[in-house]
């Protein structure tokens, strides 16, 4: 048996029923509408759900979820402490010098390196950059964050309940 000896099992492709194409034969006239409606004369939009609100107008359209309690982070990379010049880095230290915002959380990266032993305060720092500063004989302090074991506030509306 050859590729162009292969065919389909017969009855398996039927063409597909052209309807409306006159009265002869079935599906003609009526097309298989049945008589008069809505239905019969083409005239349904998409979606349509006979004067109901349709579900594309009902669900909401602003999707996903934003998390009120997000704890955010200013990155501070070991290139720019390196930089600053300071034995001492600590938030307020770096607010001086404009490398982070007014009461904003602190968080070291591990962005260059520190040739230098430095004591760093921070509320936050990662794995590389912890082992980067103490290998270059510095410390590292965690600070407490400001609102302490408890969840952060909530971010944008503010509902009290009266």
Not at 35 to 41: D, I, L, Y
Request: charged share 25%.
């Amino acid at each position: 048996m050859k590729v162009h000896d292969l065919k389909p099992p017969s009855g398996s492709n039927t063409r597909r029923k052209r309807v409306g194409r006159g009265i002869g034969g079935k599906g003609g006239k009526t097309a298989g509408r049945g008589t008069k409606g809505q239905k019969a004369r083409n005239k349904v939009p998409v979606g349509f759900e006979g004067g109901q609100l349709p579900l594309a107008q009902r669900i909401p359209k602003k999707r996903g979820f934003t998390n009120p309690f997000r704890v955010e982070y200013q990155a501070v990379n070991l290139d720019t402490i390196d930089q600053c010049g300071l034995d001492v880095v600590d938030p307020a230290a770096l607010l001086e010098r404009g490398l982070v915002g007014k009461g904003s959380l602190v968080k070291v990266l591990a962005r260059g390196t520190v040739s230098r032993p430095v004591t760093v305060r921070a509320h936050g720092f990662s794995t590389a950059a912890t082992e980067a500063i103490t290998a270059a004989g510095g410390t590292v302090e965690i600070l407490d964050l400001p609102w302490g074991d408890r969840r952060p506030p909530a971010k944008g509306n503010q509902h009290t309940n009266r």
